[in-house]
């Protein structure tokens, strides 16, 4: 029995677009909470949580659209010619509030207001494109002989919309959680305050979505709705529901540590694989599946060799980073 590699593949895909999610999610979830800050001051101090390793989460976006490359090339080409117009917005996002990122803690009091909006503005396009392209990810493409066959703004629909909006809320919550954990006193009230009604919000989107999947498509609720799949996936929802009670009586109490983040990281988690079971095995939905979009064996065997060489380096260096910057973030300490 010979090695899958087009599972190993989908797997490390998987895996490196969640850590970008977990990673650079809470980095956008502060630009997402900048409106609801006045202070100069706690503004400083939430930009500075992320300030050393902001530059890193990135690395697994590149890592995942790479991989897709090599392991999955149809799907690399059908996907980035769906879903070009959201990806373009994307980056531009990303690198607009990049900018904005190191430009706010250089400019003078008169023109600080402007790059905070521009690193807000940039964190609310990045986020909502991603979530835009999700939906158009969950609702499928059109292939005839190997190529996209639809139109320029067939990713544009309300499902689409909807899940732009749900992953500004999904990300608001890592960004408040992740605030709770890194800072103290009036800042971490404020998030405190602003979790509960997040995560009211983030539940009542993934039960909309939860609902709205398998009412449009019917693929997804033969796969989640079928016996045995019923029993084998029932946990999900559950642990959904579970986890976000946990999540509300921990922000209820004397929440200073990372309790909520652990708890908000894992919510998304469970979103994320109700994803994977509603679309698996294919890469390219409705019907393409991994096996049938997958590269040469003796491609994906080569560029597997540098994957499994290069991730460990990236969680090591990654994880010293966290490790080195833990701890409070207070007035006056950090980039500058």
């Known amino acids: 029995m010979g090695i899958d590699l087009p599972l190993i593949w989908a797997i490390i895909i998987g895996f490196g677009l969640m850590m970008y999610v977990i990673m650079d999610g809470f980095d956008l979830g502060i630009g997402i909470l900048f409106p609801f800050v006045e202070s100069r001051d706690e503004r400083d101090i939430m930009v500075n949580t992320v300030a050393p390793v902001w530059d890193g989460n990135e690395t697994w976006l590149v890592l995942g659209g790479a991989s897709l490359l090599a392991a999955f090339p149809l799907a690399y080409s059908v996907i980035l010619s769906a879903l070009y117009l959201p990806l373009v917005l994307m980056l531009a996002g990303l690198i607009w509030r990049g900018v904005a990122f190191e430009f706010r ?47 320029l703004l067939d990713w544009l629909t309300p499902f689409s919309l909807f899940t732009g909006l749900g992953l500004v809320v999904a990300y608001a919550l890592l960004g408040s959680t992740w605030l709770i954990m890194k800072t103290e006193g009036p800042l971490q009230r404020r998030m405190k305050d602003l979790g509960r009604p997040v995560t009211f919000a983030l539940f009542a989107v993934v039960v909309v979505v939860s609902v709205w999947t398998p009412l449009v498509h019917a693929g997804v609720a033969d796969r989640w709705f079928a016996l045995p799949n019923m029993i084998f996936f029932a946990p999900v929802p559950v642990l959904v529901l ?62 597997l060799v540098g994957a499994l060489f290069i991730i460990p380096f990236i969680l090591a260096y990654t994880a010293w980073s966290y490790y080195v910057f833990r701890g409070k973030v207070r007035l006056g300490e950090g980039y500058h």
């Open 242 to 303: 579970i986890v976000t009670l946990a999540l509300l009586r921990t922000l209820q109490r004397d929440a200073t540590h990372a309790g909520p983040f652990m708890l908000a990281l894992l919510m998304l988690f469970l979103g994320y694989s109700g994803l994977g079971i509603s679309v698996w095995p294919n890469i390219i939905p409705p019907s393409i599946s991994i096996w049938d979009a997958a590269a040469p064996p003796e491609s994906m065997g080569f560029t």
């Open 105 to 151: 803690f250089k400019a003078d009091k008169d023109h600080k207001p402007f790059w905070d909006k521009a690193f807000a503005w940039g964190s609310y396009i990045a986020t909502f494109s991603q979530g835009a392209a999700l939906g158009a990810f969950i609702n499928g493409f059109s292939v005839k002989d190997g190529a996209y066959s639809g139109g």
